[in-house]
């Protein structure tokens, strides 16, 4: 017997192979196959050559009264026992190897299914029930058949589909560039799987979807073009979800990028506009803006906001209420003011014109009206329990409102944005309070001293620790003094503090350039020892490791300056000829690595000299040329040193620094052979009533005959105690400044000290005396041995011209 023919379409789908029985064209039996004998139970000797008539059940007119035959109504036979078996008959045309025309029967159980029932139900179901969009289309790309119960279909007409172009039924899904993809599919016959593209479906024109689009040819069994086939699957809600992901990601990465509160606001808007909003506006409380901390909780009252941001795309163009910058008061009341109250974000899906909110708010209404706003959400800015400010986000060209994932959205950035604000906020206000320490820290006016003519400028960038001095000294000397410490922040400011205030006396005590570097590299080293065992645990705080400094000390009497630096550019000389000497090979290494000694520069300087201090904040670095071009403008002749000091500030600087800005000035004087008188003596007892009667006459050749007791009785004192404890000549010598200034100098070092004698001991008071009569006193080494000096004042008003120095 041979193997039964498939039922076509069937493939593997039936429970039993069909039963096949061959016909000839008098419907006698002529083959009777082994299903045939299962189904039936005659064998087929029995059935081979009889006709097949007597196997049919006659219809039951009473039990069925529809007796027309139609080919979807089972076929009753009687099968061996007489019993009735409802089947489901298939007839095929063929003819026999003789040439004959018979007929192949395909017979079935009517309750099993087969093939053809499968393949049927599939097909129905891919065109009334799957939620994937099929879509049949012929060879000019018209609509022959479609998904009646996709969701962008759903009840649209049949009517109004079949037979038109896919570019009429949906244009913004079937877009130009998507029928050129269609066409290629259907010549090449390569498909295209999972392109992306938005529009709006025939069945919801309100509302943009977005659509994974795949297509694949069909054919017929020659393999003949019919068309193409199109597969629709609505991921909205797949891209909207990954949309939000990329969005809070890239939020993550560039909000917050800056400790500054204006541009963290800008951030948050950079990000949100034509993402999730058309316009987006960022307020925040006015003392925030300062740095300030308002209470806890919500606000309840009224409060005084200023806008840090606002951002719109080009389409919506929205014009804000209140311009960046401005500040104003929340009308009540209004979503904003509620929104303030419980802290709760509020979404407005739909802005009726005529609500009765609007009226509240005027100014925001006309904007909205004009700009044709259609949804808003405010969201609060709130981080560690206070509130900050708000944020409102607009919608008017975007044809969806926003919804609850929108509103989602919208607190998830508001809620990072708070939390980088308010670290803004609390960095401000640490910069202010650094601000203000490191201003009380650094002088108010610079001291009055007859040895240089000086002006400053000093620009903070930031709260650092740059520091400047300018330090009277004995002898009618000054020291000038510019520092920096690394980093910033209020450590910063504290160690620059400590740094002046011991350069300051360091200077004081006369010890050269280079010793006062060395004593304040050795307090950097027990500054950075104690920093780190108290903020060990601390990991914001850092303990400034190093800082830089350079020193200048100048004699109007000798014309001769002392340079040291560590690790910090050295000062700039401006000869009165215009000719620029820098000051080379003096840099040491920074404060607080305590690895080199410093070294002193010493040179002569004709009076009138310009002496240029300045930090890496003016001039950059390297790689700028700023000291070139420092160099050029100080070259050039200025009428006065203030007028210098701004037109250097002018050329290098465009705008606020970044870094703290300092430069000092310093145009030399000296000191008139007419305002000093010195002698020198053998140490002999003898030369101490000299010593009195010429400096008696010194006085009252200067008109200070008041001042002869008490300068006799300084000299006396500080001339005989040379001679007791040193060995070698002995200089006197007198310094008309703003203050007379006796000086002693003898070949010991020995540094003198005060004692308090008992009322029995015969000596021990001069010193005493001495500091009782002198306004100041004190002493200095020098190559020789030391130098005692004391002053005594004059009387000069601050206003007075210096009587002992001559001006350039």
Known sequence: MTTPDKVPGSGDIAATPPARILL?????????????????????????????????????????????????????????????????????????????????????????????????????????ESPIGLHLLDSDLRVVRFNTASPGMRGVPAEDIIGQPGTVVAPSVVTDTVEDALRRVLHTGRPFIDVAQRGYPPADHAHEHMYSLSAFRLRDRTGKALGVATLVLDVTERHKYRLRLELLNDASMRIGTTLDISRTADELAEIAVGRVADAVAVDVLDCV??????????????????????????????????????TATYA??????????????????????????????????????????????????????????????YRSVTRDPFDRDDLTVAAELAAQTALCVDNARRYLRERNTALTLQNSLLPRQLPTQSAVDVAFSYLPGHAGGTWYDVVPLSGARVGLVVGAVAGEGLLAVATMGRLRAASH???????????????????????????RSEIANDPVETQPATARCVCVIYDPASHRAEVACAGHPPPVLVHPDGHV?????????????????????????????????????????????????????????????????DAVIYSELSGRPAQDVVLVLARTRVLSEDRVASWTFPSDPAIVATARTLVDRQLASWGLGDLSFTTELVISELVTNAIRYARGTIQVRL????????????????????????????????????????????????DRGKTIWAEQTLGLEPHDEPPTASAP
């Open 505 to 531: 006396s360091l200077a004081a005590l006369d010890l050269a350039p280079d010793e006062v570097l060395a004593h304040l590299d050795d307090l950097m080293l027990r500054l950075g020892e104690e920093g």
């Open 289 to 326: 803006c300062r740095g300030e901390a308002p209470g806890p909780g919500p606000i309840a009252g009224e409060s005084t906001f200023r806008r840090v941001a606002f951002r719109t795309t080009e389409a919506a163009a929205l014009q804000p209420a209140y311009a960046v910058g401005e």
């Open 581 to 645: 000497q820098p000051v080379e090979g003096t840099s040491g290494p920074p404060l607080g690595n305590g690895s080199a000694p410093y070294a002193t520069w010493e040179t002569q300087l004709p009076e009138g000299t310009l002496i240029a201090l300045y930090s890496e904040g003016l001039v950059g670095s390297p790689a700028d040329d700023g000291v070139a071009r420092l160099r050029c403008i100080l070259g050039q002749p200025h009428a006065s040193v203030q007028e210098a000091c």
């Open 735 to 782: 310094i008309r400044d703003r203050t007379l200034i006796c000086e002693v100098t003898d070949g010991s070092s020995a540094a003198p000290h005060l004692r308090h004698s008992r009322a029995t001991d015969e000596g021990g008071r001069g010193l005493l005396l001495v500091a009782q009569l002198a306004h100041r006193w004190g002493t200095r080494r020098n």
């Open 24 to 128: 000839d064209t008098n419907g006698v039996i002529t083959e009777w196959s082994e299903e045939a004998e299962t189904l039936l139970g005659y064998s087929s000797d029995e059935m081979v050559g009889r006709p097949v008539w007597p196997l049919l059940v006659p219809p039951d007119p009473a039990a069925d009264p529809d007796t027309s035959a139609g080919d979807d109504r089972p076929v009753r036979l009687r099968d061996r026992s007489g019993r009735t078996v409802e089947t489901e008959w298939r007839m095929y045309p063929r003819l026999t190897a003789e040439g004959a025309a018979a007929w192949t029967v395909l017979l079935c159980r009517a309750d099993e299914t087969h093939g053809g029932d499968f393949d049927r139900a599939v097909l129905d179901a891919l065109m009334t």
């Open 332 to 393: 009540f009341p209004t979503p904003l003011t509620q929104t303030l109250t419980d802290l709760h974000p509020r979404l407005i899906p739909r802005i009726d014109e005529d609500g009765e909110w609007l009226a509240h708010d005027p100014v925001r209404r006309d904007r909205i009206r004009a700009g044709r706003v259609r949804s808003l959400i405010v969201v609060p800015l709130a981080a560690r329990g206070i509130v900050l400010g708000v944020v409102t986000l």
